[in-house]
């Protein structure tokens, strides 16, 4: 599956970006956004599941993204409100197999395409 990310950009501390995820085929069970900040490991963001939209997060991300999908376009989405300097990364989304691993330490991937920048600074 091919897993194309798009959306990053350029944001003010406390500003919203939305990032989509376009799949070439909407058949894995469940979809996630990891992130990975230079110099730092990846990160696991938030998962969601493909038949009824089940919603998990880590807590650094809680309360301020939303994980969401449309079946019917093969897009998952990433709504990040409130950012923080923090949230620097390019994010990437995945097909994942595993949901408490990816979670823990991203393992429990299938497949991750190209990424998105998210830069959040004054």
């Known amino acids: 599956v091919q897993l194309q990310a798009s959306g990053g950009g350029l944001v003010h501390p406390g500003g919203s970006l939305r990032l989509s995820c376009v799949a070439s085929?909407?058949?894995?069970?469940?979809y996630g956004w990891f992130r990975q900040a230079p110099g730092k490991e990846r990160e696991a963001v938030a998962c969601?599941?493909?038949?009824?939209?089940?919603?998990f997060y880590v807590d650094s991300v809680k309360g301020r993204f939303s994980i969401s999908r449309n079946n019917a376009e093969n897009t998952v989405y990433l709504q990040m409100d409130s950012l923080k300097p923090e949230d620097t990364a390019v994010y990437y989304c995945?097909?994942?197999?595993?949901?408490?691993?990816?979670?823990?330490?991203?393992?429990?991937?299938?497949?991750w395409g190209s990424g998105t920048l998210v830069t959040v600074s004054s």
């Open positions: 969601i599941t493909r038949n009824d939209g089940n919603t």
């Open positions: 995945a097909t994942v197999k595993w949901v408490l691993a990816f979670l823990k330490n991203t393992r429990g991937m299938d497949s």
């Open positions: 085929e909407f058949t894995s069970s469940y």
